[in-house]
């Protein structure tokens, strides 16, 4: 079946950065692309950006888009978020979900979420 | 503040119909798809609703979406208690170049 699979909670100081991964199984990597995602606590959720699988090319949120860098190795199939300058505002629930990167498209699969919390 | 304005929680008791608001702008709604996902308390988001009346395979008849000009809607008919959980709606924002969603609205089963 389909399925994402995301790295580790992490625990980040602010200035610090951050490398999430999210390793995809049972589909056609090449196919679809990923987007990530974040949920800071008891809020709503962000979308940050978007990479293709089959390109690689990408599309940031404007919010983040000085901070963060998405990236794919088609080999395992696995999609990268790295976010630098991390802040304490930066501190959420990050999801990758597999996305078509069409306006008509879904987040049809999610990974199971990773928390990356930012304290001095 | 969220592009998508969603009512922050909404309440029925069982067997009861619900449904839950979405309201946007012509930049998104009005000329996008709408997307609905429910999340269980501490677990990932799920595709509910897409292209904002059809429903992914696996999900309930129960749960139909709607789209009227800039706004949304998603209706939920014979309630349960397994549907307390939250709702998000999406959709694409040509402005941002990107999707958008609402805060989330808390559906509570009584």
């Known amino acids: 079946q389909v399925q994402l699979v995301q790295s580790g909670a992490e625990v980040k100081k602010p200035g610090a950065s951050v490398k999430v991964s999210c390793k995809t199984s049972?589909?056609?990597?090449?196919?679809?692309?990923i987007s990530w995602l974040r949920q800071a606590p008891g809020q709503g959720l962000e979308w940050m950006g978007w990479?293709?699988?089959?390109?690689?090319?990408?599309n940031y949120a404007q919010k983040v888009q000085d901070r963060v860098t998405m990236t794919t190795d088609s080999v395992t199939s696995t999609a990268y978020m790295e976010l630098r300058s991390l802040r304490p505002d930066d501190t959420a629930v990050y999801y990758c979900a597999r996305w078509g990167g069409g306006r008509s498209d879904g987040f049809d699969i999610w990974g199971q979420g990773a928390m990356v919390s930012v304290s001095s | 503040q969220s592009v998508l304005t969603q009512p922050p929680s909404a309440s029925g008791t069982p067997g009861q119909r619900v449904t839950i608001s979405c309201s946007g702008s012509t930049s998104n709604i009005g000329g996008n798809s709408v997307f609905w996902y429910q999340q269980f308390p501490g677990t990932a988001p799920t595709l509910l609703v897409y292209r904002s009346t059809q429903r992914p395979s696996g999900v309930p008849d129960r749960f139909s979406g709607s789209k009227s000009d800039t706004s949304a809607s998603l209706a939920i008919s014979g309630l349960r208690s397994e549907d307390e959980a939250d709702y998000y709606c999406?959709?694409?924002?040509?402005?941002?170049?990107?999707?958008?969603f609402g805060g989330g609205t808390k559906l509570t089963v009584l």
């Open positions: 999406a959709s694409w924002d040509d402005s941002l170049s990107g999707p958008v």
């Open positions: 049972g589909y056609n990597f090449n196919i679809y692309g």
């Open positions: 990479i293709s699988g089959y390109n690689g090319n990408t």
